[in-house]
């Protein structure tokens, strides 16, 4: 049990770093964008490489710090697979967000929540999922199974 939690505070600091990465990189790219091109433009293009390069950051330490690796699993076969549960994880999200984003829309009771207080109460509840989502599916597929 005690190496399970070290595994999950290790878990959480790799995935509050990879957050800060995702989020510098995508509002960076945002702002220098913003100027020259449209904002759905400058949002995806800044959401992309945001996204992409914090994902490359995550399996780096995730499978240096957080997991042990497979002994059998090429590092290759490993993060495309780390890759694909992280899309999932990605895909999870965004139909959480719109949930509660329609949540919100069909009850007058949720209106007493201003718009933004609600998306970022969504955030925060969407990325709790998916953070227990991504611990128990990399644990699962990607972390050597214990003799």
């Keep these: 049990m005690k190496k399970l939690m070290e595994q999950i505070i290790k878990f ?35 959401g992309f490489f945001g996204f992409t390069i914090s994902v490359v950051v995550n399996y780096i330490l995730s499978m240096k710090f957080v ?16 890759l694909i549960l992280s899309l999932i994880g ?7 967000l719109l949930a509660c984003s329609a949540g919100y829309e069909a009850s007058d009771f949720l209106k007493i929540f201003h718009d933004t207080l609600w998306f970022a109460i969504s955030k925060i509840f ?17 972390e050597k199974k214990a003799a």
């Design 67 to 82: 997991f042990e690796r497979k002994e059998d699993m090429s590092r290759k076969k490993e993060f495309v697979i780390f």
């Design 12 to 46: 959480g600091f790799v995935g509050v770093l990879c957050f800060l990465i995702d989020f510098a990189i995508s509002t960076g790219l945002f702002h220098l964008l913003i100027s020259g091109t449209t904002r759905n433009v400058a949002t995806a293009v800044g």
């Design 126 to 142: 969407a990325t709790a999922v998916v953070m227990v989502y991504n611990f128990i599916s990399r644990k699962i597929f990607l």
């Design 90 to 96: 990605l895909g999870l999200n965004e139909v959480l």
